[in-house]
């Protein structure tokens, strides 16, 4: 197979994580860099460019929509999106920005990730060169100031103005976006990051519409190249002199390792990959926030002001000894009902809703390959809902109801005409249980699916460097590391992990 190019540093995937990356590994001149994403770029794209047309990217051909396998106690419809694009999902995602709380990166050290707690991780906040501001005042919806002060009200809880400078408890209020309010241009790893650089940088190659089919591992277990499939089909390998950082994502990045022989050595042979690498934590201990969701008729329309059109949030832990919230629920200003219309019920014109999600679930799922056709759809199974203790379970219905009580309190209540669904009757707790269940989303935050452990837990994928254990030359930076999922929206929190990536990467090869 032909060898299209080498480079120092290789990194495989231009999104959230990549774009950061593979900025930082070049800002010295004497490295040279190659990073290879999937998708094209988004510098002339204007849907992926302002922070108020995400919903557009969700039907564009940018998008990526990962269907699940069968879900006992979930709902078998989620889709998980992802995008194809430079920036990754920070190119189409809400930007809602969130500094990880404290306590999150305490678990993670305790789960043995050492280096990875609050001391060492929180600086890099100040040094993300993303755009973090509060919804300008321009941009707040007279409906949503309304829900807030009912929640205030409702929940006794606080309203904040900033969520990131200070511990995150309860409290309710805009929220703190990635953008820039004067031209609502989204603050996307690719903005901030590639953009400034893109034509100027001449040590950074962005080698785009080229997509990592599989990796080149030697004899010696030692990450060397990687097989890509480029626009015009043709099959080609990109080398790498130093190291391989993989960065595709929650998802594509376990698929890209199990493509290549590395992960839980008997799923392999079922899916017939020769097996290079026996590691069992590979796709293992997925993560993510369900969310459930309310709609009721509105007897007003909401009006069109907005900065992404998801701007405000309630933030309630269910238990005063809790440091952190154990409820997230969002307050969009549209109504995305797909899975309850799925079920019969009709979204009424106007209306309104709400999405609380659990924020610390304990349910873990996996994702895997069938085969080793690169062209087939991962395999992703959430498990949700399915922790022993029933933890998720009840916290969603705590957040069904807590959304309910917040509706009927002024000055929200004066926009609900009805609720529609789940609807009044439906108050038992297992009732409401089984229709938020059959309808809850994803907020797409899936992550943990190469995690971080300690040097010798067999089911950690990277040791706390980052380094793929067992494999010389690879690295993975992305969702993927994340121990246990952030109790928060977790861009910011993976951009960090992409900042702190850089610095281990330079420092080992300095
Ligand atoms: C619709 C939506 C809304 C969201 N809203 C928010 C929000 O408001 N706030 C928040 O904090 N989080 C939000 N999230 C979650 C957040 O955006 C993601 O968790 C985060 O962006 C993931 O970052 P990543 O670097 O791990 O992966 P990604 O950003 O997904 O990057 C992966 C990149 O790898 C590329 N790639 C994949 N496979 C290959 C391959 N084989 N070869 C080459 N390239 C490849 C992809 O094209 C992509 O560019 C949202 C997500 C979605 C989908």
Redesign the pocket.
């Known amino acids: 197979m032909e060898t299209l190019a080498a480079y120092d540093y290789l990194v495989?995937?231009?999104?959230?994580?990549?774009s950061v990356l593979a900025a930082r590994l070049s800002d010295v001149d004497d490295v040279s860099v190659g990073l290879?994403?999937?998708?094209v770029s988004d510098q002339h794209d204007e849907r992926a460019l302002l922070l108020r047309r995400w919903p557009e990217m969700?039907e564009s051909e940018h998008h990526l929509d990962y269907p699940c396998v069968e879900q006992p106690r979930g709902n078998s419809h989620i889709l998980q999106?992802?995008?194809?694009?430079?920036g990754?999902?920070?190119s189409?995602?809400?930007?809602?920005a969130?500094r990880p709380p404290a306590r999150d990166l305490q678990e993670w050290v305790e789960l043995g990730a050492r280096g990875w707690g609050p001391a060492e991780l929180l600086p890099y906040y100040e040094r993300l060169a993303t755009h973090i501001v509060p919804v300008a005042p321009a941009h707040r919806n007279p409906y949503l100031r309304d829900v807030i002060d009912a929640a205030a009200t409702a929940l006794a809880i606080p309203v904040r103005e900033r969520w990131n400078n200070e511990p995150l408890v309860d409290g309710t209020g805009f929220l703190e976006l990635g953008y820039y309010p004067s031209t609502g241009m989204r603050s996307s790893a690719s903005v901030d990051y590639l953009h400034p650089i893109a034509d100027t940088r001449m040590n950074l190659d962005l080698i785009l519409r080229?997509?990592?089919r599989r990796l080149v591992i030697d004899e010696a277990r030692r990450a060397r190249a990687v097989e890509v499939e480029c626009d015009d089909g043709s099959l080609r390998r990109i080398e790498a002199r130093h190291e391989i950082i993989l960065?595709?994502?929650?998802i594509?990045t376990p698929r890209?390792l199990l493509l290549s022989g590395v992960g839980p050595g008997e799923e392999l042979r079922d899916a017939g990959v020769p097996v290079v690498h026996d590691l069992p934590g590979v796709g293992r201990n997925l993560c993510d926030h369900p969310e459930g969701l309310i709609v009721w008729e509105a007897k007003a329309a909401v009006g069109s002001i907005a900065a992404s059109g998801?701007d405000a949030i309630i933030a309630v832990r269910l238990d005063d000894t809790r440091s952190a919230p154990d409820i997230l629920c969002h307050v969009p200003l549209m109504t995305f009902a797909e899975h309850s219309e799925r079920m019969g019920f009709v979204t009424p014109e106007p209306s309104v809703s709400m999405t609380p999600n659990v924020a610390k679930p304990r349910s873990r799922g996996r994702v895997w390959i069938g085969s080793p056709d690169p062209e087939r759809p991962p395999l992703i199974d959430y498990r949700y809902f399915t922790d022993p203790a029933g933890h998720d379970e009840a916290v969603l219905v705590a957040g069904m109801r807590l959304a309910r009580l917040v509706a009927d309190t002024e000055p929200m209540a004066h926009w609900i005409a009805r609720e529609v669904f789940p609807g009044p009757d439906v108050q038992a707790d297992d009732q409401l249980s089984a229709l938020a269940r059959a309808t809850h989303s994803t907020v797409?935050?899936v992550c943990g699916t190469c995690r971080i452990g300690a040097h010798d837990d067999p089911a950690a994928v990277v040791d706390p460097q980052l380094r793929v254990r067992g494999i010389d030359g690879l690295r993975i930076a992305?969702?993927s590391v994340f121990p246990t999922i952030t109790t928060v929206?977790?861009?910011?929190t993976?951009m960090m992990v992409a900042e702190r990536a850089a610095d281990l990467i330079r420092s080992r090869n300095a």
Do not use: K
């Open positions: 495989v995937g231009g999104g959230s994580a990549g290879i994403e999937w998708g969700l999106a992802r995008a194809r694009i430079l990754g999902c920070s189409h995602n809400g930007m809602i969130f080229t997509r990592a960065a595709c994502g929650a594509d890209l998801w797409y935050h992305d969702a929206n977790p861009v910011v993976i």
